[in-house]
Protein backbone atom coordinates (compact mmCIF):
# COMPACT_ATOMS: atom_id res chain seq x y z
CA UNK A 1 0.00 0.00 0.00
CA UNK A 2 1.35 3.04 -1.33
CA UNK A 3 0.75 5.65 1.57
CA UNK A 4 1.14 9.65 2.08
CA UNK A 5 1.45 10.12 5.92
CA UNK A 6 0.81 13.92 7.27
CA UNK A 7 0.73 14.98 11.27
CA UNK A 8 -3.44 15.23 11.71
CA UNK A 9 -2.78 18.35 14.09
CA UNK A 10 -4.64 20.33 14.71
CA UNK A 11 -1.13 22.77 14.26
CA UNK A 12 -1.90 26.07 16.27
CA UNK A 13 0.62 28.87 16.13
CA UNK A 14 0.53 32.92 16.51
CA UNK A 15 0.26 35.21 13.87
CA UNK A 16 3.78 36.37 12.58
CA UNK A 17 5.41 32.67 13.17
CA UNK A 18 6.54 29.93 11.33
CA UNK A 19 4.33 27.37 10.59
CA UNK A 20 5.83 23.97 9.60
CA UNK A 21 3.92 21.10 7.92
CA UNK A 22 5.46 17.04 7.50
CA UNK A 23 4.81 15.05 5.25
CA UNK A 24 6.31 11.21 4.82
CA UNK A 25 5.96 9.31 2.05
CA UNK A 26 5.84 5.49 1.02
CA UNK A 27 6.66 4.98 -2.41
CA UNK A 28 10.48 5.81 -3.29
CA UNK A 29 9.93 5.79 -6.77
CA UNK A 30 8.12 9.06 -6.46
CA UNK A 31 9.21 12.22 -8.70
CA UNK A 32 6.17 14.57 -8.10
CA UNK A 33 5.01 16.17 -4.57
CA UNK A 34 2.40 18.96 -4.24
CA UNK A 35 1.07 21.00 -1.27
CA UNK A 36 -2.51 22.25 -1.21
CA UNK A 37 -4.87 24.77 0.88
CA UNK A 38 -8.00 23.59 1.42
CA UNK A 39 -10.50 26.22 3.28
CA UNK A 40 -12.88 24.78 5.21
CA UNK A 41 -16.49 23.81 2.94
CA UNK A 42 -14.11 24.90 -0.32
CA UNK A 43 -11.97 22.22 -2.87
CA UNK A 44 -8.16 22.30 -2.99
CA UNK A 45 -6.04 25.05 -4.33
CA UNK A 46 -2.37 24.31 -5.51
CA UNK A 47 0.12 25.95 -3.36
CA UNK A 48 3.30 24.48 -3.73
CA UNK A 49 5.08 21.99 -6.46
CA UNK A 50 8.11 19.90 -5.91
CA UNK A 51 10.45 18.05 -7.86
CA UNK A 52 14.20 17.61 -6.86
CA UNK A 53 15.58 17.44 -3.49
CA UNK A 54 16.29 20.77 -1.48
CA UNK A 55 14.34 23.60 -1.02
CA UNK A 56 11.50 25.88 -3.48
CA UNK A 57 10.09 29.44 -2.22
CA UNK A 58 7.13 30.97 -3.19
CA UNK A 59 6.88 33.83 -1.66
CA UNK A 60 5.82 32.96 2.52
CA UNK A 61 5.94 29.37 1.31
CA UNK A 62 8.99 27.64 1.08
CA UNK A 63 8.72 23.66 0.31
CA UNK A 64 11.27 20.87 1.26
CA UNK A 65 11.95 17.63 -0.16
CA UNK A 66 13.95 14.94 0.94
CA UNK A 67 13.72 11.87 -1.32
CA UNK A 68 16.05 9.53 0.51
CA UNK A 69 14.55 10.44 3.90
CA UNK A 70 11.12 10.14 1.96
CA UNK A 71 10.11 13.44 3.39
CA UNK A 72 8.43 16.47 2.17
CA UNK A 73 7.45 19.59 4.09
CA UNK A 74 6.10 23.42 3.82
CA UNK A 75 6.93 26.29 5.93
CA UNK A 76 4.49 29.11 6.41
CA UNK A 77 6.53 32.03 7.45
CA UNK A 78 4.97 35.14 8.68
CA UNK A 79 1.81 33.27 9.50
CA UNK A 80 -1.29 35.58 8.83
CA UNK A 81 -4.75 34.42 10.25
CA UNK A 82 -5.91 34.30 6.56
CA UNK A 83 -3.57 31.26 6.23
CA UNK A 84 -5.42 28.72 9.03
CA UNK A 85 -6.96 25.99 6.72
CA UNK A 86 -6.30 22.47 6.19
CA UNK A 87 -2.95 21.21 4.00
CA UNK A 88 -3.22 18.42 2.00
CA UNK A 89 0.44 17.00 1.17
CA UNK A 90 0.28 14.93 -2.28
CA UNK A 91 2.66 12.84 -4.22
CA UNK A 92 1.67 12.54 -7.90
CA UNK A 93 -1.85 13.11 -8.37
CA UNK A 94 -2.26 10.01 -7.27
CA UNK A 95 -2.68 10.00 -3.61
CA UNK A 96 -3.08 12.39 -0.74
CA UNK A 97 -2.79 12.38 3.17
CA UNK A 98 -5.18 13.45 5.26
CA UNK A 99 -4.34 16.87 5.90
CA UNK A 100 -2.70 18.95 8.63
CA UNK A 101 -5.37 21.49 9.99
CA UNK A 102 -3.52 24.80 10.68
CA UNK A 103 -4.85 27.85 12.72
CA UNK A 104 -3.05 30.98 13.31
CA UNK A 105 -4.22 33.48 16.23
CA UNK A 106 -4.12 36.72 15.78
CA UNK B 1 -13.00 27.29 -9.19
CA UNK B 2 -12.44 28.53 -12.51
CA UNK B 3 -13.15 26.70 -15.38
CA UNK B 4 -14.50 23.38 -13.60
CA UNK B 5 -17.88 23.16 -12.50
CA UNK B 6 -20.12 20.39 -11.10
CA UNK B 7 -23.41 19.49 -10.31
CA UNK B 8 -24.99 19.10 -8.49
CA UNK B 9 -23.83 20.71 -5.22
CA UNK B 10 -25.84 18.58 -3.19
CA UNK B 11 -27.84 14.92 -3.56
CA UNK B 12 -29.20 12.82 -1.46
CA UNK B 13 -29.79 9.05 -2.69
CA UNK B 14 -31.67 6.17 -1.30
CA UNK B 15 -29.54 2.91 -0.82
CA UNK B 16 -29.44 1.32 -4.36
CA UNK B 17 -30.31 4.20 -6.55
CA UNK B 18 -28.08 5.01 -9.15
CA UNK B 19 -26.96 9.00 -10.27
CA UNK B 20 -24.92 10.80 -12.48
CA UNK B 21 -21.99 13.60 -11.31
CA UNK B 22 -21.68 16.23 -14.24
CA UNK B 23 -18.07 17.93 -14.21
CA UNK B 24 -17.38 20.18 -17.39
CA UNK B 25 -14.10 22.03 -17.63
CA UNK B 26 -13.70 25.01 -20.43
CA UNK B 27 -10.10 24.98 -19.92
CA UNK B 28 -9.50 22.26 -22.99
CA UNK B 29 -6.97 20.35 -20.50
CA UNK B 30 -6.56 16.43 -20.93
CA UNK B 31 -6.14 15.61 -17.61
CA UNK B 32 -9.11 15.62 -15.29
CA UNK B 33 -9.86 13.40 -12.57
CA UNK B 34 -12.03 12.44 -9.79
CA UNK B 35 -11.82 12.25 -6.24
CA UNK B 36 -13.78 11.75 -2.89
CA UNK B 37 -13.38 12.92 0.53
CA UNK B 38 -14.38 11.52 3.26
CA UNK B 39 -14.94 13.33 6.57
CA UNK B 40 -11.13 14.33 8.49
CA UNK B 41 -9.89 12.93 5.24
CA UNK B 42 -7.69 13.29 2.36
CA UNK B 43 -8.79 12.93 -1.19
CA UNK B 44 -8.76 9.53 -2.52
CA UNK B 45 -8.74 8.69 -6.57
CA UNK B 46 -11.61 7.36 -7.59
CA UNK B 47 -10.61 7.32 -11.86
CA UNK B 48 -8.62 9.67 -14.01
CA UNK B 49 -8.82 10.14 -17.76
CA UNK B 50 -5.71 11.48 -19.73
CA UNK B 51 -7.87 12.56 -23.02
CA UNK B 52 -10.86 11.98 -24.72
CA UNK B 53 -11.86 8.47 -24.82
CA UNK B 54 -8.97 7.30 -22.11
CA UNK B 55 -9.93 6.50 -18.79
CA UNK B 56 -8.55 4.51 -16.40
CA UNK B 57 -9.30 3.48 -12.71
CA UNK B 58 -7.26 4.91 -9.53
CA UNK B 59 -7.68 3.78 -5.55
CA UNK B 60 -10.92 3.36 -4.79
CA UNK B 61 -13.25 2.40 -8.22
CA UNK B 62 -15.24 -0.06 -7.16
CA UNK B 63 -19.29 1.62 -7.59
CA UNK B 64 -18.25 3.95 -9.68
CA UNK B 65 -17.94 4.09 -13.47
CA UNK B 66 -16.91 7.06 -15.40
CA UNK B 67 -17.12 7.92 -19.28
CA UNK B 68 -14.97 10.41 -21.36
CA UNK B 69 -16.42 10.98 -24.92
CA UNK B 70 -15.49 14.70 -25.32
CA UNK B 71 -12.20 16.81 -23.92
CA UNK B 72 -15.04 19.10 -21.82
CA UNK B 73 -17.14 16.41 -20.17
CA UNK B 74 -15.80 13.68 -17.65
CA UNK B 75 -19.18 12.60 -15.59
CA UNK B 76 -19.06 9.71 -12.79
CA UNK B 77 -21.63 7.10 -12.26
CA UNK B 78 -22.95 6.12 -9.32
CA UNK B 79 -24.28 2.33 -10.20
CA UNK B 80 -26.38 0.77 -6.73
CA UNK B 81 -25.78 3.53 -4.39
CA UNK B 82 -24.57 2.66 -0.90
CA UNK B 83 -24.26 3.99 2.84
CA UNK B 84 -20.42 4.15 2.33
CA UNK B 85 -20.65 5.99 -0.86
CA UNK B 86 -21.60 9.22 1.25
CA UNK B 87 -18.74 11.58 0.71
CA UNK B 88 -17.77 15.35 -0.97
CA UNK B 89 -16.73 13.88 -4.16
CA UNK B 90 -14.12 16.48 -6.37
CA UNK B 91 -13.21 16.42 -9.89
CA UNK B 92 -10.20 18.25 -11.32
CA UNK B 93 -8.83 19.58 -14.52
CA UNK B 94 -4.85 19.41 -14.96
CA UNK B 95 -2.66 21.77 -16.99
CA UNK B 96 0.89 21.19 -16.72
CA UNK B 97 1.45 20.76 -12.96
CA UNK B 98 -1.46 22.72 -11.80
CA UNK B 99 -5.01 21.17 -10.85
CA UNK B 100 -8.05 22.80 -11.01
CA UNK B 101 -10.81 21.79 -8.69
CA UNK B 102 -14.56 21.81 -9.03
CA UNK B 103 -16.81 23.41 -6.23
CA UNK B 104 -17.70 19.87 -5.42
CA UNK B 105 -20.89 17.69 -5.07
CA UNK B 106 -21.99 16.98 -1.46
CA UNK B 107 -23.79 13.29 -1.46
CA UNK B 108 -25.47 11.75 1.17
CA UNK B 109 -26.64 7.70 0.82
CA UNK B 110 -29.58 6.70 3.16
Known amino acids: QKEVEQNSGPLSVPEGAIASLNCTYSDRGSQSFFWYRQYSGKSPELIMS????GDKEDGRFTAQLNKASQYVSLLIRDSQPSDSATYLC??????FGAGTRLTVKP | NAGVTQTPKFRILKIGQSMTLQCTQD?????MYWYRQDPGMGLKLIYYSVGAGITDKGEVPNGYNVSRSTTEDFPLRLELAAPSQTSVYFCAARISDTQYFGPGTRLTVL
Open chain 2, 27 to 31: MNHNY
Open chain 1, 90 to 95: AVTYMR
Open chain 1, 50 to 53: IYSN
